[in-house]
């Protein structure tokens, strides 16, 4: 968070960035996995489903509310519009690849070779696509949209969340250092702050993400 960005408050971008990478090492870890098929673990922990709806709740608000309205500001400027396109079309190979994992997770016979190579590509594609935002579309986000643009991203990602906001705030502060979940949990309203530290938390803790159905059963 060493870029100086003088208009938007981005520390929840860089929150769900920084959770998005996370699930993608524990993913790459799970799939490189000898001693247990991962195809058990990613299709029965709630792991997988979290990351999916999480990250896509994140990609299709910014598809919708964040690079039309720079698409709009910056018209005329074509090395400014080729970066939005190119987010646009970073964002648009990770849809299919979601699905050909989900095809994997499903396949008996031959997934688990296809997995580990598609985890890879997941972790590649999506990785660098996030440095790339955070590199080069950022400072431009910064400059060109309003707050209200920036409100109506934030509020679009919580529809998109939905009923999932209990475990959204848990997930996203899973395995961070204590000054980063201050500084994001100071950006919430004093209720969510209470419902995180009184219930949520605790329930996330319980759900074990990254455990196996079955395994989950003995504890
Ligand atoms: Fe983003």
């Given at each position: 968070?060493?870029?100086?960005?003088?208009?938007?408050?981005?520390?929840?971008?860089?929150?769900?960035?920084?959770?998005?990478?996370?699930?993608?090492?524990?993913?790459?870890?799970?799939t490189a996995r000898v001693d247990e098929d991962p195809r058990h673990v990613l299709s029965t922990a709630v792991g997988w489903e979290l990351f999916k709806k999480f990250l896509t709740a994140h990609h299709v608000s910014e598809d919708v509310t964040v690079w039309p309205p720079m698409e709009r500001a910056l018209?005329?400027?074509?090395?400014?519009?080729?970066?939005?396109?190119?987010?646009?079309?970073?964002?648009?190979?990770i849809?299919?690849?979601?699905?050909?994992?989900?095809?994997?997770?499903?396949?008996?016979?031959?997934?688990?070779?296809?997995?580990?190579?598609?985890?890879?590509?997941?972790?590649?594609?999506?990785?660098?696509?996030?440095?790339h935002e955070e590199r080069d579309a950022l400072a431009l986000m910064d400059l060109t949209l309003s707050q209200e643009e920036w409100a109506a991203f934030s509020a679009e990602q919580r529809t998109r969340i939905g009923d999932d906001s209990s475990r959204y705030l848990p997930w996203l502060l899973d395995d961070i250092d204590a000054a980063k979940v201050a500084t994001v949990l100071g950006k919430m309203p004093e209720p969510l702050r209470q419902a995180y530290a009184t219930e949520w938390r605790a329930a996330y803790e319980d759900l074990a993400i990254w455990t196996p159905k079955a395994d989950a059963a003995l504890r």
């Amino acid at each position: 968070m060493n870029q100086d960005f003088k208009n938007l408050d981005m520390t929840m971008m860089f929150a769900i960035h920084d959770a998005l990478r996370r699930e993608l090492e524990r993913i790459t870890r799970i799939t490189a996995r000898v001693d247990e098929d991962p195809r058990h673990v990613l299709s029965t922990a709630v792991g997988w489903e979290l990351f999916k709806k999480f990250l896509t709740a994140h990609h299709v608000s910014e598809d919708v509310t964040v690079w039309p309205p720079m698409e709009r500001a910056l018209a005329g400027r074509p090395d400014e519009l080729a970066l939005l396109e190119a987010m646009e079309a970073e964002h648009a190979v990770i849809d299919p690849l979601l699905a050909d994992i989900d095809a994997a997770l499903a396949d008996r016979d031959s997934g688990l070779q296809r997995l580990g190579g598609l985890a890879d590509t997941l972790y590649t594609r999506l990785g660098g696509h996030l440095d790339h935002e955070e590199r080069d579309a950022l400072a431009l986000m910064d400059l060109t949209l309003s707050q209200e643009e920036w409100a109506a991203f934030s509020a679009e990602q919580r529809t998109r969340i939905g009923d999932d906001s209990s475990r959204y705030l848990p997930w996203l502060l899973d395995d961070i250092d204590a000054a980063k979940v201050a500084t994001v949990l100071g950006k919430m309203p004093e209720p969510l702050r209470q419902a995180y530290a009184t219930e949520w938390r605790a329930a996330y803790e319980d759900l074990a993400i990254w455990t196996p159905k079955a395994d989950a059963a003995l504890r």
